[in-house]
T-cell receptor, first 115, second 111 residues
Framework: NAGVMQNPRHLVRRRGQEARLRCSPM?????VYWYRQLPEEGLKFMVY????????ESGMPKERFSAEFPKEGPSILRIQQVVRGDSAAYFC?????????????FGPGTRLLVL | EDQVTQSPEALRLQEGESSSLNCSYT??????LFWYRQDPGKGPEFLFT???AGEEKEKERLKATLTKKESFLHITAPKPEDSATYLC????????????FGAGTRLFVKA
């Protein structure tokens, strides 16, 4: 069952370090979305990517955060110089063609803890 | 700005006690409304997608309905394994590809 895969599932970083979160979409899916979920809060959209293209990054913080989805390999969400407020669960979702009306299927998430 | 409000925040039911969860939304041209279930420590699990007012979809003990301003998730004769957080989300035509999620309703079903 080739669902959405995320790794690592748990990541601990000290303030100032870099965090790299990886997402492999479902087989046949070429569109990836990243979300952040803070404790006791809802999912917040961060970025939407197709292969080699960022389509909508309106939810990404302006600094320290970046995302990519290369032609080969997983999508990467990168957080530079992490701060305690970055501690959250980060989920990625994938869809087949990104028409906007398609269901997004979610991965299990990466739980980032910044010490 | 597109918005989603879910109520109640939490709902406690006895096994077999049917009820409904509400999702009120404001969106500039609805592209799609989505229901997900999320268990603690896991990613959201897809339940339903609704596209236009009047549409209904069913799956086991769950039924989702849609009007122009809100959606309901009806749970018939719930079981303890239905306990989870239920999330509602919308995409609007003018919101780009941003999907807006509500804060969720935490459902507890007691045996």
């Amino acid at each position: 069952n080739a669902g959405v895969m995320q790794n690592p599932r748990h990541l601990v970083r000290r303030r100032g370090q870099e965090a790299r979160l990886r997402c492999s979409p479902m087989k046949g899916h070429s569109h990836v979305y990243w979300y952040r979920q803070l404790p006791e809060e809802g999912l917040k959209f961060m970025v939407y990517l197709q292969k080699e293209n960022i389509i909508d990054e309106s939810g990404m913080p302006k600094e320290r955060f970046s995302a990519e989805f290369p032609k080969e390999g997983p999508s990467i969400l990168r957080i530079q110089q992490v701060v305690r407020g970055d501690s959250a669960a980060y989920f990625c979702a994938s869809s087949p063609t990104g028409s906007g009306q398609e269901t997004q299927y979610f991965g299990p998430g990466t739980r980032l803890l910044v010490l | 700005e597109d918005q989603v409000t879910q109520s109640p925040e939490a709902l406690r039911l006895q096994e077999g006690e049917s009820s409904s969860l509400n999702c009120s939304y404001t969106v500039s041209g609805l592209r799609g409304l989505f229901w997900y279930r999320q268990d603690p420590g896991k990613g959201p699990e897809f339940l339903f997608t609704l596209y236009s007012a009047g549409e209904e979809k069913e799956k086991e003990r769950l039924k989702a309905t849609l009007t122009k301003k809100e959606s309901f998730l009806h749970i018939t004769a719930p079981k303890p394994e239905d306990s989870a957080t239920y999330l509602c989300a919308v995409q609007g035509f003018r919101g780009g590809f941003k999907t807006i999620f509500g804060a969720g309703t935490r459902l507890f079903v007691k045996a």
